[in-house]
């Protein structure tokens, strides 16, 4: 591969156009022949990434990589909804990955070869992330809930506030701007009322989205102390003042440390439960059977049976 396409691509955060190949003498044919070796990537008409970049990615990771390539071809193009939160650095949920959303000199949405376009909304504060032109955290958040819903805007929203990059009075001025339906008001309103700057992971907001669906109360990364005031642990959430829920992703307990952490776990546990707690652990795969959840919920030895009632059992 050509020694300086490869220098400049990685100055560029492993993407080039077409343009770029062509500047140091790569030739179309030369770009096929690096495509089906997978040395380079292509991701539209124009636009590529080096293999060796793309192959270890995050999807989030990906989708940033393919919005910087894209737009390298579109001077005074603005990325937008999920493309800016992934430029932004932050998790995504329920969103395409393969689809480039950007503010350019269009009258009407269109949708062409993986690239949607977006009229320019001139009262959208745009920023400089490393060489890309971007909406701010708070714009692609309401960008984000008014095409994909609540839950694709509320993973980042957590995050974003988690990390101090956003504030929610700011998201909610946005929303105030972009939410033009009585409808996307009251998604607006929920949104700012489940954030959680507390949230410290994707696992975490959704399990809490799901508990909150079921209306149940619930806080987030509680400290727990026993009846003489020593410190227990640390719960990922608390639902009803009784109930620990645990999200638990399986990635920690590899090799000797994660025995030593699985052992930790388990005797914070017993603690808890020798106070007096339910403690509920949740997976990933659990997150897609919300029923589950409930039924968990409805078993435990509290007052909740109540509340979770007329959620049919798994």
């Known amino acids: 591969m050509n020694a300086r396409l490869i220098a400049l691509a990685r100055a560029r955060h492993g993407v080039f156009t077409s343009a770029t190949a062509t500047s140091v003498g790569v030739e179309d044919s030369a770009l096929v022949r690096m495509r089906r070796s997978g040395e380079v990537v292509r991701v539209r008409r124009d ?13 989030e990771a990906r989708l940033a990589l393919r919005t910087r390539a894209v737009l390298a071809a579109r001077t005074g193009d603005v990325a937008t909804h999920q ?18 959303d950007a503010m350019a000199d269009v009258s ?34 309401a960008q984000v809930l008014v095409r994909h819903g609540l839950l694709a ?45 507390r949230c ?41 003042g009784r109930i ?34 339910v403690v509920i652990r949740v997976t990933w795969a659990d997150l897609e059977r919300p029923e589950w959840l409930a039924t968990q919920i409805r078993r435990a030895p509290t007052q909740l049976s109540a509340v979770v009632a007329g959620v049919p059992a798994s």
Not at 47 to 59: I, K, T
Not at 157 to 174: K, M, N, S
Not at 207 to 235: H, N, P, Y
């Open 108 to 141: 009407r949405v269109r949708l062409r070869s993986g690239l949607r376009t977006h009229p320019r909304q001139p009262t959208l504060p745009v920023l400089d992330a490393d060489g890309v032109d971007v909406v701010t955290v708070g714009a692609a958040a």
């Open 47 to 59: 636009a590529y990434v080096l293999g060796e970049v793309w192959a270890p990615a995050s999807p």
């Open 200 to 240: 410290e992971s994707v696992g975490e907001t959704r399990t809490r989205s799901a508990l909150l669906d079921l209306g149940l109360e619930v806080a987030s990364q509680v400290d727990v102390r026993d009846r003489s005031r020593s410190f227990v642990g640390r719960v990922d959430l608390l639902v009803e």
């Open 83 to 100: 493309c800016a939160l992934a430029l932004h650095g932050l998790p995504l949920h329920g969103v395409p990955m393969t689809v480039v």
């Open 244 to 277: 620990v829920v645990e999200f638990d992703g399986l990635l920690k307990y590899g090799g000797a440390e994660g025995r030593e952490a699985l052992a930790a776990e388990k005797w914070r546990e017993d603690r808890l439960r020798a106070l007096g707690y």
């Open 153 to 197: 805007a509320l993973v980042p929203l957590d995050a974003a506030l988690h990390r101090g990059a956003c504030e929610l009075e700011v998201v909610g001025a946005y929303l105030d701007h972009l939410c033009t339906t009585p409808g996307l008001r009251r998604l607006g309103e929920v949104l700012l009322q489940r954030a959680d700057a």
